[in-house]
């Protein structure tokens, strides 16, 4: 896929990619009349709408490099055939790679810069009561969403005041987490669904029962980062269960028919870029969702975007069934990885 991506970006030339790049910031509502809404993205407007489409290329090679990092997810997409996104077309296509490009840019922005991502909390929550996301969505969706969006206005407000609980987000990603397995049981996807368990159990700052703690790993407390920018949770093993996460979580969305957008927000650079740093996933990781669900948000409610949602489809339910069988088997793989 990524040679066939690259091939994409180079039968344009660099203002055909440098439009849709300013469409896709708008669809953001993040770009308005030629100009950024908040003067730190004018800052920036070279990194996030660069001049020279060498920059997608270079993002598309990133991308794909770090995936490959993650053993679990190298498994699943080895048995997801090209078919499951043949039917998009090339103009989806564009639109899929100048989003991946602007959610990854977006994403780093907001976790170098913590006024960034709170005035971009409170912009978007404005946006959508403008565009009456409230009265357009059940109630579950917006539970939803106020669950994703709440670390996140959390650890800002920690962040003001120097400190995070050493339990903090720890709660919340275990719902999270567990929402989605019933959604998974209730589908029918029982393998899928068990492989989140040990995501579940060796949650963020784990610490087993005194009689269990000679035979598990234990997690960390959840801290602010040494850069003071970033927001920290550590489990067991972290790097490996991050793996995991990102290979059970793949699957799960698959079974929306936005899939192909929602897929995109586990596999930017500013995501998938945690093999040195594993405590930090989770921060870009909330971030990233945050970004994309405003975004899909927009999309299928206001038709921002130049390729209707409603053309979408989830991938197949026997290719959702076999990735969770493999995700099946690196959900015991990770649990063997933290006994003693």
Known sequence: MQAELVDHINKFD??????????????????????????????????LIPKDKSELVDFINKSSHLISHNTYLVNILKITP????????????????????????????????????DFLVKHFHRKRKENNFYRLNNILRIIKFHSIQYPLIKFIKDHKKGRVAKSSGKFILAANIFEAFLVDLFKGYFKN???????????????????????FKLGSDSRISKDGNGFEMISPEQK??????????????????????????????????????????????????????????????????????????????????????????SGKDYFRSVLK
């Open 14 to 47: 660099d203002s055909f990619w440098e439009e849709k790049l300013k469409r896709s910031y708008t669809q953001f509502f993040l770009y308005h009349n030629k100009t950024w809404i908040h003067e730190f993205l004018r800052a920036e407007d070279d990194l």
């Open 82 to 117: 090209k078919t499951e996104l043949e039917y998009l077309g090339e103009s989806h296509l564009t639109q899929l790679i100048v989003f991946a490009y602007s959610l990854d840019k977006i994403n780093s922005l907001m976790r170098e810069n913590l006024e960034l991502a």
């Open 193 to 215: 669904a068990f492989s989140c368990i040990p995501l579940m159990i060796f949650s963020p700052n784990f610490k087993a029962l005194h009689l269990f703690k000679r035979f």
């Open 240 to 329: 490996k269960w991050s793996d995991l996460y990102q290979s059970w979580n793949f699957t799960f969305v698959s079974q929306f028919k936005e899939a192909p957008y929602l897929l995109i927000k586990l596999i930017i650079p500013s995501v998938t870029d945690y093999e040195k740093i594993p405590a930090g996933y989770m921060h870009t990781r909330i971030t990233a969702l945050f970004l994309c669900l405003n975004y899909v948000d927009f999309a299928s409610n206001h038709c921002v975007l130049e390729t209707d949602l409603d053309k979408l489809k989830p991938f197949s339910r026997t290719l959702i069934k076999e990735q969770g069988k493999i995700n099946y088997n």
